[in-house]
C-alpha cells in the first residue's frame, strides 16, 4: 500500500511563505497526476493545485499567483511553495492523486496563517 508522507507546515504571519513536501513510499509519481489539497475546519476538503507527469499544472483560482506546485519524479516528490501567505489559507494540506480514484490518504500537514 503507497504512503504518502506530507511535511513542512507550521505556523506563520499573512504574507509569509511556507514550502510542502509530500513523499511517497513507492515509484508512482512518473504516470499519475498529482496534486495538493487542503481541508479547513468544518469545510469540505478542496484541490489546490495539480501537476502531471510531464510537469504541466493547474491552480484553483483562489492560489492563482501565489502559490506553485512541483514534482520529483525520480525522488517521488511533489512540493508546493506558498507565498504571499494569507490567514484564509489556514487548513491541513494533503496531497494525493488527483481522483477518484485516490491513494490512502496520509495525515496531511497543517499550515496556519496569523493576521
Known amino acids: 500500500q503507497v504512503q504518502l508522507v506530507e511535511s513542512g507546515g507550521g505556523l506563520v504571519q499573512a504574507g509569509g511563505s511556507l514550502r510542502l513536501a509530500c513523499a511517497a513510499s513507492e515509484r508512482i509519481f512518473n504516470k499519475n497526476v498529482m496534486g495538493w489539497y487542503r481541508q479547513a475546519p468544518g469545510k469540505q476538503r478542496a484541490l489546490v493545485a495539480s501537476v502531471t507527469s510531464g510537469g504541466s499544472t493547474n491552480y484553483a483560482d483562489f492560489v492563482k499567483g501565489r502559490f506553485t506546485i512541483s514534482r520529483d519524479n525520480p525522488n517521488n516528490t511533489v512540493y508546493l511553495q506558498m507565498n504571499s501567505l494569507k490567514p484564509e489559507d489556514t487548513a491541513v494540506y494533503y496531497c494525493?492523486?488527483?481522483?477518484?480514484?485516490?491513494?490512502?490518504w496520509g495525515q496531511g500537514t497543517q499550515v496556519t496563517v496569523s493576521s
Open positions: 494525493n492523486e488527483v481522483g477518484p480514484p485516490f491513494l490512502t
